[in-house]
């Protein structure tokens, strides 16, 4: 049951072009709880339970973060955009109102006009090879 | 017993705490519970410590419109609304209060300080009026956005974009919920 919070979910393309938008679906299976809800039985309140915080980071760099309350519906859906330069790895963060976090992944290969990758880290430039040598 | 036997007593005993360190330790606990009731109040502090979100709710709280409006002016302050800076999406009628989906987009070019800030979404019905706020960057390519929210009865759904420049847009839609839900 407790497994069942911490399921998620991510859908990214695996190719893009320099420069394009590209739309990133994310959902979250989680019974947000809002602090208000009752057992019918026995009357007794849940507490609240719901996912605090969503930060997105490209690379290792933050490049969008949102801050939830209660007022979000359960099993939360989000879509977003964002931009790509140079191909790497995406990474999302949800956590919880505990301060768990859990963590989905996926990479993102962006190619030139020519069909080339563009790498984020590029060896072949002569001032870092000068610099190496 | 002897009366300065009885005092040697006292001398001996060494106590967990210093009488310096109580002092101390009651002046913070003072300021922090005195400083409680201004973020309460809304004298200090951003708005979203209104109706002690922060803290667990364990009761059911009835919605305050007035309070909801006065959370819109502490995040607008008296700045000139921007005209079709933000536009929000969200169906007529809502069968299920449970799962209400929206969605917003703001008119920018994200480069240099034309970008939003912070986007905020409120429902005034609701008894906890904020539901999301959404931080954007130069690197976020647009600032479009979709969502699914709850709501307990039909009310306004009010999106604020603030902009990197101190410029704000808002725009609202009213929706008709038939059943509520419970936040």
Redesign the interface.
Known sequence: MARKNYRRRLKAPLTAKKGE???IKTMAEHTME????RDPKTGL?Y??FIIDSVIVR?NG??????????????N????????VEESGLLEIEWIDDYKQSTFKRSVINVLDNNGNEIFPIRLSEPSQSENLQ | MNKQTYFKKFKNIKYPISRRGLLISFMFYSFFHFSRKLYANGEIGGPFRDRF?SF??????EPNPEEAKRIINNIIKGRDKRNNLILLNAPDIAENG???PINFSVNCS?NGNDYPKVVHIL?LD????????????N????????????MRQSSEVVAIAEMADGTVGEDRFFVDVTIG???
């Not at chain 1, 939360?76 to 931009?83: G, Q």
């Not at chain 2, 609701?126 to 960057?137: G, L, Q, R, Y």
């Not at chain 2, 690197?139 to 709850?150: F, H, K, P, V």
């Open positions: 938008v590209i739309t809002p602090g208000v809800r309140i507490p609240r490209y760099k933050q490049i969008f973060r949102s801050r939830w309350y209660s007022g979000v519906s359960e939360p859906y989000m879509s977003f955009k964002i931009k | 979100q667990r709710q364990t009761f059911r709280v449970n799962v209400v994200m429902v609701n008894p906890f009026p904020e539901i999301a706020k959404f931080f954007f960057s690197q976020s390519g647009s600032a479009d956005l979709a969502i699914r929210i709850r839900a419970c936040s």
